[in-house]
């Protein structure tokens, strides 16, 4: 039944939220507001907060407002973080925060680590934490011994790289900060490799558009390689800005930096500098580069003045090598000889801290107050950074979840009973994000009586509407017409009588089919020997209840009649099948492996049938049945839903052996599709239970398609997904049991892609961009999977970054396409394809009209030409048709005529408007005129197309060496290298031959 707005606002406002969460968990009043522990995640003490007069619940923990944390901007104040701002996560990607809230507590707790002294991470008591609990180190990591003394660390041990042995072991918990003890590990996470990439630091209106007279080459972005890494280290060490100019400041025993500093700014910069010395003076050297675009740059990323230094985020997505050569400058410029360094800049020092990490160095921090000297000089607070340790208790690296730690052991837990002022981040996906010093958790959840309701009890919205107003007393309205509603709630009463009359008939046939597996006869015993074969034990077939029906035509059927079940009603329940010209019904499942479909509450509802011998079908399904409508429902639900709730995402397949097979080998939060287009019944089911899917259908053509059609519906239900495509056109059951369960593994963690990347992917496998109609295909078959989107961020982002990956570049282009997208209901392919078509038409170029004008009336130049000619010469031109109709015509033996050039180009509209006017052209040579000056210009004309389609494919190339360099594909890499070169070689010879002749 559908209610209308007004009573769902009503119901909301009436319904006792209090009374309801009460049902799951114990509440108590304090103040305006009931407290009680979350039920959405493990906790002891109250952070879940529940205000009836606003009829909201909300999960709190919170930080200090004035504690650092990491965003795409570097480290802010968490109080100074907005809506939309990334964060680093657990894994070190960054993620949005998709809401904000400050208020006060009246408690803090601040966590030292033995690495971080004197400088305290401040956040509330019910904060969740991400850690690793002293006693799980000492059981899992062999290089960590608890003597009677007490705790050893064996660094022969870590060295030794034992990793096998502990392998997957070690383990995160989340838990309240109020819940960690001293000895306890917090966890700093090292960026993975294949998300690290040299990109040039770059922001909008950093540079004057004015131009800039001295040194006049614009710096409009700052190049990263080791040698600027360096000169930017050297920098935050020695370096000023004035008007106009950056400076970098020497002492006595760093003169030779000056020479290097020069030499990088020409070599990187284009820019020229000077050298200054002073005698004797302590300042001794002095490098001038007057350059105002430069000095904004390095303002903009590095901050300005000895305080407010700072490292931009970007850094820690550095390659180790350039991180390490940017440390190294900072280090020659600051550091003592033991290498030991001081900054008066807090974001600086945290940066320098967190950068090293990224390099594995083992680093800590102190800091040290403002305080007076004997002299009575006044010393500014100050950070000190110790590098060069060794790994100890106090800190080590360790690999959890294929994500690498600096593990830094607390040392001490300081509570604060003061009123401060406080904020709650949540963040997308992850819920996590990087403080200065480790890694925290925010459990997220919140919302209002129907969104608890729907999360807690698993219930799709109408039934959380009835669930509230059953619960608070508050009666349903009834329809305007109350006949058709008893009318239609009378049929709806039978069906569901006659349903669960069919399932009882299931249930009869089920236990027949199981029983009959077990008996001792050749037939049972065969489909005994192929389950085996299968490798399905004993307990799979028990837990999904596999059963065989025997080669009878009236097993069933006579079985069925003696439980007394109506003739009718058997012939309705699709266990038998009917054949009207003979008048005679039979069992329908003969001879086969049975595997019962059953629904969300356990019963049988269906089945589907495998046959042993050879014969057709292969595979035999029930029809639908007043119990059964396909695409209601999903296969091995019942079975996996209180793990797909557990572990808050569900693997998708196809078959029921596939989902089987991940089964028996301990993945039991998969259910299966049944074979059929994966439909929006069952994706809201799905929903009940978890919002996160990975998509592993089969990797043929047909099962690549229908991965798209479940994204569609997927992100129409605002699902968080991932596709898993196994190579060769494997299905799950084929792969796990030709590749073993660890490949399986493998595949999920090294080839499972984002929705995004995998329907990009797809588009341009059999596509080439730089052809204007395949490019417009490739569009039209993206766009409408994004318009499916319905959350508005996730789908402007999404958008973005399929026109970056399409070479979308046109303003207006995107400008429509993005109207078209951002409406959220399926868009018109037809509209898109004609914004497409404006936009990517090829122009015509003089070379391609040119050479057509000397072909068309010439046929002893088109014997010439023609063979000259490759696909690739002119397949991305404005009139590729043309040249196409050319060399049909040839191969047909056909005359040149208007009616067989329309002919062959067919519906390219710009060639039908080009043909006209190009037969009303001249012939360029007279019947007996010398070939020679046509065949030349001819020729030159060829080149010159040939010279643009090597051009281009050295801009694609260009392209992809950015990808194969981000995910770490040397051999690709290499290889494309070699094409770039080999092309630039044919490209300069076929220039000078254009200019030679």
């Not at 009677?148 to 990793?163: D, G, P």
């Not at 014969?615 to 999903?634: C, F, R």
């Not at 409406?823 to 004609?834: A, F, H, L, N, R």
């Not at 007996?928 to 046509?934: C, L, N, R, T």
């Amino acid at each position: 039944m559908l209610y209308d707005q007004y009573f769902i606002d009503d119901l909301k406002n009436r319904a006792d939220l209090v009374r309801i969460v009460e049902m799951h968990v114990p509440l108590k009043k304090k103040g305006a507001n009931w407290w009680g522990n979350c039920p959405f995640h493990g906790e002891k003490t109250a952070s879940f907060s529940v205000n009836p007069a606003k009829g909201f619940f909300k999960c709190f923990g919170c930080l200090e407002e004035n504690e650092l944390i990491w965003t795409d901007k570097g480290l802010k104040p968490i109080g100074k973080v907005c809506y939309c701002d990334k964060v680093i996560d657990l894994n070190g990607n960054l993620r949005s925060i998709i809401n904000l809230i400050h208020k006060t507590s009246d408690v803090l707790l601040g966590v030292s680590t033995a690495l971080f002294r004197y400088d305290k991470l401040w956040l509330t008591p019910d904060h969740t934490c991400l850690f690793v609990r002293q006693e799980e180190a000492i059981a899992n990591l062999p290089y960590l011994c608890q003597t009677k003394e007490r705790l050893k660390f064996y660094s022969a041990r870590k060295r030794a790289k034992r990793s096998i042995i502990y392998k997957d072991k070690l383990k995160l918990t989340e838990g309240r900060a109020d819940e960690m003890k001293i000895g306890d590990y917090l966890a700093f996470p090292v960026i993975p490799e294949i998300s690290r990439k040299n990109n040039p630091l770059k922001a909008k209106g950093i540079i004057n558009p004015k131009k800039n007279r001295v040194n006049g080459y614009r710096i409009e972005e700052l190049p990263v390689n080791e040698k600027t890494a360096r000169l930017y280290g050297l920098w935050l060490a020695e370096g000023s800005v004035g008007r106009g100019f950056v400076r970098w400041t020497l002492g006595a025993n760093e003169l030779h930096y000056g020479d290097e500093i020069v030499s990088i700014l020409k070599s990187e910069f284009n820019l020229t500098a000077s050298v200054s010395h002073h005698g004797t003076h302590k300042n001794i050297c002095e490098v001038n580069c007057s350059k105002t675009d430069l000095a904004n740059q390095l303002i903009h990323f590095f901050g300005k003045g000895a305080s407010n230094k700072k490292i931009p985020a970007e850094c820690l997505y550095w390659t180790t090598e350039v991180q390490k050569a940017l440390l190294k400058g900072y280090r020659d410029g600051d550091a003592n000889k033991t290498g030991i360094s001081r900054s008066t800049s807090r974001e600086l020092s945290y940066g320098l801290f967190a950068l090293a990490i990224q390099t594995k160095e083992f680093i800590s921090l102190l800091r040290n107050d403002e305080y007076i000297d004997k002299n009575g000089q006044i010393h500014r607070q100050f950070w000190t950074q110790y590098p060069r340790m060794r790994e100890s208790l106090r800190g080590f690296y360790e690999k959890i979840n294929d994500t690498e730690y600096y593990l830094t052991q607390i040392s001490d837990i300081q509570e604060k009973k003061e009123t401060a002022r406080v904020v709650d981040i949540t963040v997308e996906e992850t819920s996590s994000f990087t403080t200065k010093l480790a890694t925290v958790h925010n459990c997220g959840k919140g919302g209002n009586v129907y969104s608890f309701l729907m999360e807690l009890e698993g219930l799709n919205f109408p039934e959380a509407i009835k669930r509230a107003a059953e619960i608070s007393g508050v009666p349903l309205p009834e329809p305007i017409d109350d006949k058709n509603y008893e009318r239609n709630k009378k049929r709806k009463q039978e069906q569901k009588a006659v349903a669960d009359q069919v399932i009882e008939l299931n249930k009869y046939a089920l236990d027949f089919w199981e029983h009959h597996l077990t008996e001792n006869n050749p037939h049972s015993k065969a489909a005994r020997e192929y389950l085996e074969r299968r490798e399905i034990s004993a307990e799979t077939i028990k837990k999904f209840r596999i059963g065989y029906a025997p080669d009878s035509w009236d097993a069933l059927m006579s079985l069925l009649k003696e439980k007394g079940a109506d003739e009718k009603l058997i012939e309705m329940s699709g266990l038998v099948s009917v054949n009207e010209e003979k008048k005679r019904v039979y069992d329908r499942f003969r001879g086969r492996v049975m595997f019962p479909v059953l629904n969300v509450d356990g019963n049988p509802i269906a089945f589907g049938a495998r046959i042993l011998d050879q014969g057709e079908p292969k595979y035999l399904n029930s029809p639908e049945t007043p119990a059964y409508i396909k695409g209601d429902h999903l296969y091995g639900l019942f079975q996996s839903k209180e793990n797909i709730r557990k572990q808050k995402y569900a693997i998708l397949v196809e078959g029921y052996l596939d989902l089987i097979a991940l089964y028996q080998f301990g993945i039991t939060n998969c259910v299966a599709s049944l074979g059929t287009a994966f439909t929006e019944q069952q994706s809201r089911l799905l929903g009940r239970f978890a919002k996160k899917v990975v998509v592993n259908y089969d990797g043929d053509k047909a099962g690549v398609k229908a991965a798209r059609r479940a994204i569609e519906t997927l992100l129409a239900d605002d699902f968080e997904i991932k596709i898993l495509v196994l190579p060769n056109g494997q299905d799950p059951d084929d792969f796990i049991r030709a590749n073993g369960f660890d490949a399986y593994k493998k595949q999920h963690k090294d080839n499972a892609t984002t929705y995004l990347q995998f329907v990009l992917e797809t588009a341009v496998s059999t596509r080439n961009l730089s052809v204007p109609k395949q490019k417009a295909e490739a569009i039209e078959e993206v766009l409408p999977i994004i318009s499916t989107v319905s959350n508005p961020i996730q789908k402007r982002d999404s958008f973005d970054q399929a026109m970056t990956f399409l070479r979308v570049d046109d303003a207006i282009l995107k400008r429509d396409l993005w109207q078209s997208v951002k409406i959220g209901s399926k868009i018109e392919t037809q509209t898109v394809k004609q914004q497409v078509a404006r936009a990517t038409q090829a122009k015509m170029t003089v070379a391609e009209q040119r050479l057509l004008e000397l072909l068309i009336y010439d046929n002893e130049l088109r014997e010439i030409i023609l063979p000259q000619l490759e696909e690739t010469d002119y397949e991305r031109l404005a009139t590729a048709s043309v040249f196409r109709a050319l060399f049909e015509i040839k191969t047909k033996g056909l005359e040149i005529s208007l009616d067989n050039l329309l002919e062959s180009v067919g519906e390219d509209e710009m060639a039908q408007d080009f043909i006209p006017v190009l037969l009303m052209s001249e012939s360029l040579r007279d019947g007996g005129e010398a070939i020679d000056e046509v065949l030349h210009d001819a020729e030159n004309c060829v080149a010159t197309l040939r010279t643009m389609a090597i051009s281009n494919r050295i801009l694609e190339i260009s392209q992809e060496l950015i990808h194969a360099e981000q995910t770490g594909n040397t051999e690709l890499l290499n290889q494309l290298v070699m094409e770039q070169i080999e092309l630039a070689r044919m490209k300069r010879e076929l220039q000078g031959r254009i200019t030679v002749n």
